[in-house]
Antibody, heavy 118, light 107 residues
Framework: QVQLVQSGSELKKPGASVKVSCKAS????????MNWVRQAPGQGLEWMGW????????TYAQGFTGRFVFSLDTSVSTAFLQISSLKPEDTAVYYC???????????WGQGTLVTVSS | DIQMTQSPSSLSASVGDRVTITCRAS??????LAWYQQKPGKVPKVLIY???TLQSGVPSRFSGSGSGTDFTLTISSLQPEDVATYYC?????????FGQGTKVEIK
């Protein structure tokens, strides 16, 4: 069955970096783009962008450029989200979710809580 | 960028009631609209895609309609397990913007 398994919760200090992983199984990794979605505490879902898992080309939503980087290791069917220069307002649950180019996100990871606090 | 506006932001209804949530796009998106359900503390789950197609395994009391800029999600008979926040999302092109969500509670 299709599974997206994300890395565990992280507690980081302001200014640090974090790298969240999302390991896919049960399907051909390069047939689906990987989306990233942020949910701050008590808030709604924000689409951060996606990465084409075939070409490696990322697309970032407004507000997620500069400090946010999507990357891949296709040899182990894993997508990564790296956030640098962390700020307290980056505290959120980050989800990966697969989708074909013009289709819904039909499988989601379990979410990774990133807490930024001094 | 196209904005997605949901209404209401929250609602309270009785078990068995018909519930309707609306989502409006600031520009036409054809039928590239999905509805997600997120229960408290859980991962979002797709209910409907292509504006009106029920995802496999989703109860038939959920339905979607609309095209262009105006869309609706209807729960024909609200059940206790439907307590959740519901989000619409456009997916015709980037950015794949979500609506702000509608919190559904039982009266």
């Amino acid at each position: 069955q299709v599974q997206l398994v994300q890395s565990g919760s992280e507690l980081k200090k302001p200014g640090a970096s974090v790298k969240v992983s999302c390991k896919a199984s049960g399907y051909t990794f390069t047939n689906y783009a990987m989306n990233w979605v942020r949910q701050a505490p008590g808030q709604g879902l924000e689409w951060m962008g996606w990465i084409n898992t075939d070409t490696g080309n990322p697309t970032y939503a407004q507000g997620f450029t500069g400090r946010f980087v999507f990357s891949l290791d296709t040899s182990v069917s894993t997508a990564f989200l790296q956030i640098s220069s962390l700020k307290p307002e980056d505290t959120a649950v980050y989800y990966c979710a697969r989708a074909r180019m013009v289709a819904t996100q039909d499988a989601w990871g379990q979410g990774t809580l990133v807490t930024v606090s001094s | 960028d196209i904005q997605m506006t949901q209404s209401p932001s929250s609602l309270s209804a009785s078990v068995g009631d018909r519930v309707t949530i609306t989502c409006r796009a600031s520009q036409g998106i054809s039928n590239y609209l999905a509805w997600y359900q997120q229960k408290p503390g859980k991962v979002p789950k797709v209910l409907i895609y292509s504006a009106s197609t029920l995802q496999s395994g989703v109860p038939s009391r959920f339905s979607g309609s609309g095209s262009g800029t105006d869309f609706t999600l209807t729960i024909s008979s609200l059940q206790p397990e439907d307590v959740a926040t519901y989000y619409c999302q456009k997916y015709n092109s980037a950015p794949r913007t979500f609506g702000q969500g509608t919190k559904v509670e039982i009266k």
